[in-house]
């Protein structure tokens, strides 16, 4: 239901932009994120923004990585620049979808991001 696309090699210093398109789905997510897995460590933690526009993002991406939602549309993009070789890994989408006091969790596949240095 969560389709993450865009990744691909590139060297370092350069950019690349993620994008993240939900199917099958009538209703507005919550909130969507961008996560990221490197070999050998955990999923982390990448980038978040929710319905209102609130963005967080991991201190080791700030000032490199913008996230972005199209408003009213379930998709969302992470603008990658000034990439690092840190920053290989397998991105995943992830959407969170609240009512009440229950919730209900989206991932996507991940799509392989490599930076070459």
């Known amino acids: 239901q969560l389709q993450a696309s865009g990744g691909g090699s590139v060297q370092a210093g350069g950019s690349l932009t993620l994008s993240c398109t939900a199917s099958?789905?009538?209703?507005?997510?919550?909130?969507m994120s961008w996560y990221r897995q490197a070999l050998g460590k955990q999923r982390e933690l990448v980038a978040f923004?929710?319905?209102?526009?609130?963005?967080t993002y991991a201190d080791s991406v700030r000032g490199r990585f913008t996230i972005s939602k199209e408003n009213f549309q379930n998709t969302m993009h992470l603008k990658m620049n000034t990439m690092k070789p840190e920053d290989t890994a397998v991105y995943y989408c992830?959407?969170?979808?609240?009512?009440?006091?229950?919730?209900?969790?989206?991932w996507g596949r991940g799509t392989q991001v490599t930076v070459s240095s």
């Open positions: 099958g789905i009538d209703f507005s997510f919550n909130s």
């Open positions: 923004i929710n319905n209102i526009g609130t963005t």
């Open positions: 992830n959407a969170i979808r609240t009512w009440g006091t229950a919730h209900q969790n989206f």
